[in-house]
């Protein structure tokens, strides 16, 4: 199984700030199809994990351009800046290249 | 708008079954691959089963393999997730999930698994 390993666990950040999230998996995440499928989500507190950012750098609907990420091969970033109040929570990277889909242990997002 | 609704969760002992119902609404659910992902208590997430959109192909991790099946019903728009010989580590949240573009796009607000005796 391919393992993500996602870092830090816990990040504090003051509003307004800006922070970087790590994913790295054991293996190369290029499908044979030449797409790379890396995921990330934010799971808010009480709420069902909602998507961000799909296929390492593309924008889900309505996600504001305050998220970017980034990355290849086997690392990846997310990059969050201007951090807003509704930014916390937890963060989960995805790969979907294969079988079986893995997720990363998560990234909590705190206020300082 | 997107809407995916889970039923069917509650308490049940060890070795039992139990069957989850998702029913989906506001796009054309033949259309698209579904999924079940659950997330035990305080923990991660955690992949458990996918079916693609005419329900011919399955697949599972090792950890549910052979226990769980995942099922749809394209007529009546629904997903199911057949659970026998539940554990305790069983336990969690289930959510269904749509994949679009290869990603679970959309998911349910969730339903709770309890495995005790």
């Known amino acids: 199984d391919v393992l993500m390993t996602q870092t830090p666990v816990s990040l504090p950040v003051s509003l307004g700030g800006q922070v970087s999230i790590s994913c790295r998996s054991s293996q190369s995440l290029v499908h044979s199809d030449g797409n790379t499928y890396l995921h990330w989500y934010l799971q808010k507190p009480g709420q069902s994990p909602q998507l961000l950012i799909y296929?390492?750098?593309n924008r889900f609907s309505g996600v504001p351009d305050r998220f970017s990420g980034s990355g290849s091969g086997t690392d990846f970033t997310l990059k969050i800046s201007r951090v807003e109040p509704e930014d916390l929570g937890v963060y989960y990277c995805?790969?979907?290249?294969?079988?079986?889909?893995?997720f990363g242990a998560g990234t909590k997002l705190e206020l300082k | 708008e997107v809407q995916l609704v889970e039923t069917g969760g509650g308490l049940v002992q060890p070795g039992r079954s139990l069957k989850l119902s998702c029913v989906a609404s506001g796009f054309t659910f033949n259309n698209y691959w579904m999924s079940w992902t659950r997330q035990a208590p305080g923990k991660g997430l955690e992949w458990v089963a996918s079916i693609t959109n005419s329900g011919g192909s399955t697949y599972y991790p090792d950890s549910v393999k052979g226990r769980f099946t995942i099922s749809r019903d394209n007529a009546q728009n629904t997903l199911y997730l057949q659970m026998n010989s539940l554990r305790s580590e069983d336990t969690a949240t289930y959510y269904c999930?749509?994949?679009?573009?290869?990603?679970?796009?959309?998911w349910g607000q969730g339903v709770m698994v309890t495995v005790s005796s």
């Open positions: 999930t749509r994949i679009g573009l290869w990603v679970f796009d959309y």
């Open positions: 995805l790969q979907s290249t294969h079988f079986p889909y893995t």
């Open positions: 296929r390492v750098s």
